[in-house]
């Protein structure tokens, strides 16, 4: 069972059109979310991390938001540009089976069209 | 700082064969781990090491072994390929515990077992 679910599985949006990607996680207890950024060939880059306690957190046009009680958060792209078209991972740190391990998401892949 | 850089980039073996994967960063970071990434799946842990000397198995180890001497070095090596192990490999190195830090990705080897 996955237990970090992404939508959409894609998207196409215009340059300057602001999008937001979705991620719902049912594992707990929870420690903290992160938001990857991928480009195509490339390994996957930090965005964001967020505790718990932390309910928004900026990296330049990047606004990710978490809702711990729904168990969701999303990531805000404001005024895309063209070098935003990429997969969007979201990763959850969380206790599972006894130990600590990240369960990571299949990702968004997002295309920038001018 | 070249950060994570991982050789080959590319590799094609036939069943049964055997080689390894290489993994240097140069930030002296204590965590470094291994990771693949398989076409509509979040990135699942192969292995990962805690620093020189120790190393412990994730979600899917068999059919790879590590070892780490160094704190630099962290190499995953294929026993016997098998078709199942076609897949993009990335390996990741934290500066702590890669459950609460961010993790610095190479950008990868992609290996296609005939």
């Known amino acids: 069972k996955n237990q970090v679910e992404q939508s959409p599985q894609s998207l196409i949006i215009l340059e300057g059109k602001n999008c937001t990607l979705q991620c719902n996680y049912t594992v707990s207890p929870f420690s903290n979310l992160r938001w990857y950024k991928q480009d195509t060939g490339r390994g996957p880059v930090s965005l964001t991390i967020?505790?718990?306690?932390?309910n928004t957190k900026s990296n330049g046009r990047y606004t990710a938001t978490l809702d711990a009680d729904t168990k969701q958060s999303s990531l805000h792209i404001t005024a895309s540009q063209l070098s935003d078209s990429a997969s969007y991972i979201c990763v959850v740190s969380a206790r599972s089976g006894g130990y600590n391990k990240l369960i990571f998401g299949a990702g968004t892949r997002l295309a920038v069209h001018p | 700082n070249a950060g994570v850089t991982q050789t080959p980039k590319f590799q094609v073996l036939k069943t049964g064969q055997s080689m390894t994967l290489q993994c240097a960063q140069d930030?002296?970071?204590?965590?470094m781990s291994w990771y693949r990434q398989d076409p509509g799946m979040g990135l699942r842990l192969i292995h990962y090491?805690?620093?020189?000397?120790?190393?412990d198995q994730g979600e899917v180890p068999n059919g790879y072994n590590v070892s780490r001497s160094t704190t630099e070095d962290f190499p995953l090596r294929l026993l016997s390929a098998a078709p199942s192990q076609t897949s993009v490999y990335f390996c990741a190195s934290s500066i702590g515990d890669f459950h609460n830090s961010p993790l610095h990705f190479g950008n990868g080897t992609r290996l296609t077992v005939t």
């Open positions: 930030m002296n970071h204590e965590y």
């Open positions: 967020m505790t718990f306690s932390e």
């Open positions: 090491s805690v620093g020189a000397g120790i190393t």
